[in-house]
């Protein structure tokens, strides 16, 4: 595959960057693997790259997303936005971290998979940015707090995004929406995710955000 990239590149004038690509093994049995080359430059080996802003990382038989990046990010602008911001309007600060330092937690979350107890890591950042906005201490819930402002737990979120990415076939390819009908037959997430928030409905709902966040309300009460 190497060999026919860099014999296109040659045919169209295109030089490939050989410090811009890595490889990266995974699985279980796998086989020593030659080094890599594209035309006479080499490619390095590794266990971690990053790929449209996302760090990937390789931990023996499976991949993982470096979530521990995403809150780091997320902590560090909740930090800086909370500090600087001069009203006393709990609301108004909730608006600002929402849409300055919750996107830097939700990057991609749709189009990639994370494994729950992740998912709950992340949920504690999100919590905590109610607790320091509303005073709240470390041990105490703010699920209350978040169905009272007409927001979402993290957990709640993740499956949203994921709904509509899934959900969302208008804007992908071909190829891709077959692959997605392929992985939603073997594994039914769609399915899953429609009867767990659109009352077993067959079809996605257009205010999906609307039927999470009943279904976060009916179970909270």
């Known amino acids: 595959m190497l060999d026919c990239c860099d014999a296109y590149g040659q045919a169209h004038f295109i030089t490939f960057n050989s410090n ?27 266990s971690s790259f990053k790929y449209l802003g996302i760090t990937f990382n390789n931990n023996g038989n499976t991949i993982n997303v470096d ?20 009203r006393n309007n709990d609301i108004v600060k909730l608006h ?6 919750l996107p830097l937690l939700t ?6 998979v994370v494994p729950r107890y992740r998912i ?6 999100w919590n905590d940015s109610f607790r320091k906005i509303f005073g709240y201490h470390r041990w105490e819930s703010v699920k209350e707090l978040q169905w009272y402002v007409g927001e979402l737990p993290f957990e709640y979120l993740y499956d949203l995004y994921r709904w509509k990415f899934l959900c969302n076939r208008k804007n992908i390819s071909h190829s891709v929406a077959m692959l997605m009908d392929i992985s939603n037959l073997q594994y039914g997430y769609v399915s899953y995710l429609t009867r767990m928030y659109d009352n077993d409905s067959d079809t996605c709902s257009l205010n999906k955000r609307q039927c999470v966040y009943d279904t976060f309300h009916s179970k909270l009460h």
């Open 120 to 125: 709950k890591e992340m949920g504690v950042c």
């Open 67 to 86: 979530c521990h990046a995403f809150q780091r990010k997320f902590y560090s602008a909740c930090n800086s936005v909370l500090s600087h911001c001069r």
């Open 20 to 46: 811009k690509s890595v490889c990266c093994r995974f699985g279980i049995g796998f086989v020593n693997i030659a080094n890599m080359f594209i035309g006479n430059l080499s490619i390095d080996w590794t």
């Open 107 to 112: 990057y991609c979350m749709g189009a990639i």
């Open 96 to 101: 600002l971290v929402k849409c300055f330092c």
